[in-house]
């Protein structure tokens, strides 16, 4: 006999909104609805096994989106490992999708923390202070790795990454 798995308490009434949240992230990395979606479908599994841990904290959304573009940035690297043309003939094709590939890359070798740092700002949007909650760290920390995380990218992608990252964030 199967029974019901009983939400953990405000599970339900914070679904939506956070799904949403994690969609859009997804979506921004991935440019792929049907990838986004399971991409927000797995983080909110996630926050379900996690909910009495999270559900109560301030820090929620942040846990929500970090997973969530975590997810997706693993996503699009198994993609890129998958495909069959090189990087050359991509980019010759689009642009914007050897962007995509490139910035993935490089956020996907940044310390896991200048990575969280970076998608939380640019990616999903939230500010310093938001950021800080999120990771529960302090905003000079949140400052310190969103420098150095930049000047990596920058390193690897050229001087116009804020442009680049922020460029893919708006796209959405």
């Known amino acids: 006999m199967i029974s019901k798995l009983q939400a953990p308490t405000g599970f339900e009434e ?13 979506m921004r990395v991935l440019r792929d609805p049907t990838a986004a979606e399971d991409v927000a ?6 926050a379900f096994a ?12 942040g846990w929500v989106v970090r997973v969530a573009s975590n997810l997706a940035i693993d996503t699009a690297r198994a993609r890129s490992r998958m495909s069959d043309a090189p990087l050359q003939e991509i ?7 050897a962007l995509r590939l490139a910035l993935v890359d490089a956020m996907a070798r940044l310390p896991k923390r200048q990575r969280e740092v970076v998608a939380l700002r640019h990616l999903a949007g939230l500010s310093e202070a938001e950021t800080a909650a999120a990771l529960r760290v302090s905003a000079g920390s949140v400052k310190t790795h969103l420098h150095r995380g930049l000047a990596a990218l920058r ?10 990252v922020e460029g893919v964030a708006r796209d959405v």
């Open 50 to 61: 996690h909910w009495r841990k999270i559900g109560d904290q301030p820090w929620r959304e």
């Open 91 to 97: 980019s010759h094709e689009d642009d914007d999708v």
């Open 41 to 46: 479908a797995e983080t909110m599994a996630r």
């Open 155 to 164: 390193a690897r992608l050229g001087a116009e990454v804020p442009g680049i």
């Open 14 to 26: 914070a679904f939506d909104g956070l799904f949403g949240r994690a969609f859009r992230v997804a």
